[in-house]
């Protein structure tokens, strides 16, 4: 079965700081996977994917097979990091299974 | 910039009442979906379109949601009847089709409904 997991509900850090918001996930075949990020009073939107390999916003996440893991990292956050994002993967049926989000604090 | 359209934004219904949830998808995009996100989740897919059929309904509670993309366009969401627990924001979202896979899905701003 796919799943994905997202083990911090909530996460907060200090403008300037490093961030990591975890994900992992289970899946049997090659796993394509993206993280959303939903501003406040915004719709859900596609922050990167994994396939592209590109930085948005100075965000990266690196694909481990190995850890079945797709972190998401920034080495210095800001205050509009703030938000909820939600790790995903595409299934083979197209499908997009979503974890249950984490929210990121960034205070001044 | 095109967007995924959804009307309305609010709905606040009795329970045993029959609600329905309308959504444009961004033009030319083959692939339609119908996700339900309960407060503290993700959100879960209930169906998927691609163009006018229904290529993945096996989380959608058929006896009491029905959803319908008669011409391959905008897509209707409806429940008969509500209960308590139907509880959610409603998103659609939107993606066209490339490499023979659906691309990138784009979501519109979501129905809030409140059963009373």
């Known amino acids: 079965a796919q799943r994905v997991t997202q083990p911090e509900k909530l996460l907060s850090v200090f403008k300037g700081a490093p961030v990591e918001l975890k994900c992992n996930y289970s899946?049997?075949?090659?796993?394509?996977l993206f993280w959303y990020v939903q501003y406040s009073r915004q719709r859900l939107q596609l922050l990167l994917r994994?396939?592209s390999r590109e930085s948005i916003k100075g965000f990266t996440a690196d694909l481990n097979k190995g850890e079945t893991s797709f972190h998401l990292k920034k080495p210095f956050a800001q205050e509009e990091d703030s938000a909820m994002y939600y790790c995903?993967?595409?299934?083979?049926?197209?499908?997009?299974?979503f974890g249950k989000g984490t929210k990121l604090t960034v205070n001044p | 910039e095109a967007e995924v359209a959804q009307s309305p934004r609010y709905k606040i219904t009795e329970k045993s009442q029959a609600v329905a949830f309308w959504c444009d998808p961004i033009?030319?995009?083959?692939?339609l979906y119908w996700y339900r996100q309960i407060l503290g989740q993700g959100p879960e897919l209930l169906v998927q379109?691609?163009?006018?059929?229904?290529?993945?309904d096996s989380q959608l509670p058929k006896d009491r949601f029905s959803a319908e993309r008669l011409k391959g366009v905008d897509s209707t969401l409806k429940i008969q009847p509500a209960e308590l627990g139907d509880s959610a924001m409603y998103l659609c979202?939107?993606?066209?089709?490339?490499?023979?896979?659906?691309?990138?899905?784009?979501f519109g701003p979501g129905t809030r409904l409140t059963v009373l």
């Open positions: 379109f691609q163009d006018e059929s229904v290529v993945d």
């Open positions: 994994h396939i």
């Open positions: 995903a993967l595409l299934s083979g049926s197209e499908k997009l299974v």
């Open positions: 899946y049997s075949g090659s796993p394509e």
């Open positions: 979202a939107s993606s066209s089709t490339r490499g023979g896979r659906a691309d990138t899905q784009y």
């Open positions: 033009s030319g995009h083959a692939t």
